[in-house]
């Protein structure tokens, strides 16, 4: 464990001071690296804290490429989605019908995955989220690019279980096994969602396909995040600080609609013009995006958008439904 510090404050001496504020980011990532449930690679095997070589590999490369990595990032790929989750933490039930995003077609997101790619060495885990996702007619497409890129190391399509995956997607996934999965969110400790959930036939189709899958089971969440028009530098230090992180959407970057922003609340503001007023912008649009911009972006100790955040922690059931709402697009 001293070597590896030592090995880090040294690369570290010959880095700018964004860069070091980059990799003092990647190594508040490996917390959540280490929760995910993805097999390890070769280098991260049979060791205790399995992930504990792969932030100073990530530095390094960084170092090398003038480019640096995003850990996670999630992509909505559409905010249509089957479900009405009052307390969804990517606020598909609070967009209306002027600023709902269809699902993305295939042209759309590989033209916003080229910009993407561009300006970074790679991505570690590219989180393919909604509404959901199994509404997106070009899926296949989109995950079979996306693992042909190589510099993405894994690929994991988020779905509530309401859909079954068309043979192509199947196909698809089996195809790149080892780097697309998919995660099962499992809401079957809501009992009025049940005869709408088709748990038991996913998994045996996934099975059948021999697709990788995960199934996550939250028994309770928390509220979404409320905006307050009043600004507090240290609630937005306090929430995404490097030393205190108490913010439970930190862990992975979002884009939505070709902007990139820091969370899914940022998102949902940026969509619906409440955050706009923000200055700096603490959002990158991907037609803008070059690889100083990011690291600078990435490099930020917080942001000034989570001033305007209330983070509600209150435990809840899972997947409540919206009062008049079945589904939300």
């Not at 089957?82 to 609070?94: G, I, Q, Y």
């Not at 300006?119 to 590219?126: A, E, F, R, T």
């Not at 996934?173 to 036939?201: Q, V």
Request: a positive charge; glycine letters at 4%; aromatic letters at 12%.
């Amino acid at each position: 464990m001293h070597i590896r510090k030592s090995l880090i404050k040294l690369i570290g001496l010959f880095l700018s001071k964004e860069r070091r504020d980059y990799n003092k980011r990647c190594e508040k990532s490996e917390d959540w690296i280490n929760r995910q449930k993805i097999k390890p690679y070769w280098w991260e095997k049979g060791r205790p804290g399995k992930y504990r070589y792969f932030m100073p590999y990530i530095q390094f490369r960084s170092w090398l490429t003038r480019k640096p990595w995003i850990v996670s990032i999630d992509w909505a790929l559409t905010t249509y989605c089957t479900l009405a989750c009052r307390d969804c933490s990517h606020f598909m039930t609070e967009f209306t019908k002027e600023t709902h995003l269809p699902p993305i077609s295939f042209e759309q997101y590989k033209r916003q995955l080229d910009m993407l790619l561009k300006h970074v060495d790679g991505i570690y885990n590219l989180q393919i989220v909604g509404g959901e996702t199994l509404m997106v007619k070009d899926l296949p497409q989109i995950v079979d690019y996306t693992a042909k890129t190589g510099k993405v190391k894994h690929i994991i399509v988020i779905t509530n279980g309401t859909m079954i995956p068309k043979p192509k997607l199947l196909e698809v996934m089996a195809k790149h096994k080892g780097i697309a999965e998919i995660l099962i969110s499992d809401y079957s400790s809501n009992k009025d969602l049940l005869p709408r959930l088709k748990y038991d036939e996913l998994k045996k189709t996934l099975d059948d396909a021999d697709v990788s899958y995960v199934e996550v089971f939250d028994k309770e969440w928390v509220g979404v995040p409320k905006y307050t028009p009043d600004f507090d530098r240290e609630r937005a230090r306090r929430y995404y600080s490097y030393e205190t992180r108490e913010c439970l959407f930190h862990q992975t970057l979002h884009l939505i609609d070709g902007m990139l922003a820091v969370c899914p609340f940022h998102g949902w503001g940026l969509k619906h013009g409440i955050l706009n007023h923000i200055e700096p912008k603490e959002y990158i649009p991907l037609e803008e995006l070059t690889t100083k911009k990011l690291y600078k972006w990435l490099a930020k100790p917080y942001y000034d958008l989570c001033g305007y955040c209330i983070v509600d922690c209150v435990p809840r059931p899972n997947a409540i439904q919206k009062e008049g709402m079945t589904c939300s697009h």
